[in-house]
């Protein structure tokens, strides 16, 4: 079995990406399982099989103790915390080959908390992999890119699972801006020259910094393009997934 924990900005597509890459799954035949982690959605795209809100109620929570929304998901996430034995237990349980786990909507809850790396690490001992999304709309400009890097870095550290960086609603943008974007991704002398052209004066100045610092970590970015309407790029999702939990093997054998 292997866990797939699917995070990124609030509305960058995680659950629609959950609900596209499950189905894209299932027609290949492989044994997929989708747990909801996120206590605050309304509506979902998918069928969950396993569901937080079955274990915590963000409206109950508001009520009981008088909080705000966000009082709330933050208790709600502590709350989560100590119930992770139980659906640690329904994932087990089910024993698919592949769990999808769609996170909360604000990335910030779940990354950034205690709460997130230690229901991470407690809700399997299975191999594990983070696809973090890169929202395509909003990485257009180079500022935007250079800040979601800084984000993606900071939930690899906080994580320290194998992460797959993907270009999410790729449809929303042409096929020369997709490949602007993933050039920045793979070549920092690519993004460089774009800060150099569309930015100017201390924007320019700290996305060349900024844009730096996060290359001397050494860490890779390369970002694989996906429509979650269209379903393009996700047999190039699946391929670097199945690289990083299964050395190359289909999930099943
Ligand atoms: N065109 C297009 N729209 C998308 C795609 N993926 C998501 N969307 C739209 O983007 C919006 C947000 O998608 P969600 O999947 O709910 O995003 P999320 O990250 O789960 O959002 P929260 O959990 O609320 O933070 C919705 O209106 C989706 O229909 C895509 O691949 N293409
Ligand atoms: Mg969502």
Redesign the pocket.
Same mark, same amino acid.
């Given at each position: 079995m292997f866990i797939v924990f699917i995070i *990124?900005t /609030? *509305?960058?597509? @995680?659950?629609?990406?959950t609900a596209a890459f499950s189905n894209w799954l299932k027609m290949q035949e492989q044994d997929v399982a989708i747990v909801n982690l +996120?206590p605050g959605?309304l509506n979902l795209?998918y069928t969950a099989d396993v569901d937080v809100r079955d274990y915590v109620n963000v409206s109950s929570i508001m009520d009981e103790y008088g909080l705000g929304p966000n009082g709330a998901l933050i208790m709600a996430a502590d709350l989560i915390a100590e119930e992770i034995d139980k659906i640690g237990a329904e994932i087990e349980a089910l024993n698919p080959d592949i769990v999808l786990v +769609?996170t909360p *909507?604000?990335m910030e809850l779940f990354a950034f908390r205690a709460s997130g790396p230690f229901i991470v690490s407690e809700i399997s001992k299975e191999p594990k992999a983070i696809i973090y999304l890169f929202d395509a709309v909003f990485c257009l400009n180079p500022l935007n890119y250079v800040s979601n890097l800084f984000l993606s870095a900071a939930v690899y550290n906080r994580f320290l699972v194998p992460q797959i960086h993907v270009l999410? @609603?790729c +449809?929303?943008i042409s096929q020369d801006e997709v490949n602007s974007v993933v050039d920045w991704s793979a070549s920092p002398k690519a993004l460089e020259h774009a800060i150099e052209e569309k930015l100017e004066g201390t924007r320019r100045l700290l996305s060349r910094n900024m844009m730096k610092a996060i290359y001397s970590l050494g860490t890779r970015f390369l970002l694989i393009p996906v429509? /979650? @309407?269209t379903n393009e790029g996700l047999v190039n999702l699946n391929m670097a997934l199945e690289r990083v939990l299964a050395r190359g093997e289909k999930y099943t054998y």
């Amino acid at each position: 079995m292997f866990i797939v924990f699917i995070i *990124g900005t /609030a *509305g960058s597509g @995680k659950s629609v990406l959950t609900a596209a890459f499950s189905n894209w799954l299932k027609m290949q035949e492989q044994d997929v399982a989708i747990v909801n982690l +996120d206590p605050g959605c309304l509506n979902l795209p998918y069928t969950a099989d396993v569901d937080v809100r079955d274990y915590v109620n963000v409206s109950s929570i508001m009520d009981e103790y008088g909080l705000g929304p966000n009082g709330a998901l933050i208790m709600a996430a502590d709350l989560i915390a100590e119930e992770i034995d139980k659906i640690g237990a329904e994932i087990e349980a089910l024993n698919p080959d592949i769990v999808l786990v +769609d996170t909360p *909507g604000q990335m910030e809850l779940f990354a950034f908390r205690a709460s997130g790396p230690f229901i991470v690490s407690e809700i399997s001992k299975e191999p594990k992999a983070i696809i973090y999304l890169f929202d395509a709309v909003f990485c257009l400009n180079p500022l935007n890119y250079v800040s979601n890097l800084f984000l993606s870095a900071a939930v690899y550290n906080r994580f320290l699972v194998p992460q797959i960086h993907v270009l999410s @609603k790729c +449809d929303l943008i042409s096929q020369d801006e997709v490949n602007s974007v993933v050039d920045w991704s793979a070549s920092p002398k690519a993004l460089e020259h774009a800060i150099e052209e569309k930015l100017e004066g201390t924007r320019r100045l700290l996305s060349r910094n900024m844009m730096k610092a996060i290359y001397s970590l050494g860490t890779r970015f390369l970002l694989i393009p996906v429509s /979650a @309407k269209t379903n393009e790029g996700l047999v190039n999702l699946n391929m670097a997934l199945e690289r990083v939990l299964a050395r190359g093997e289909k999930y099943t054998y």
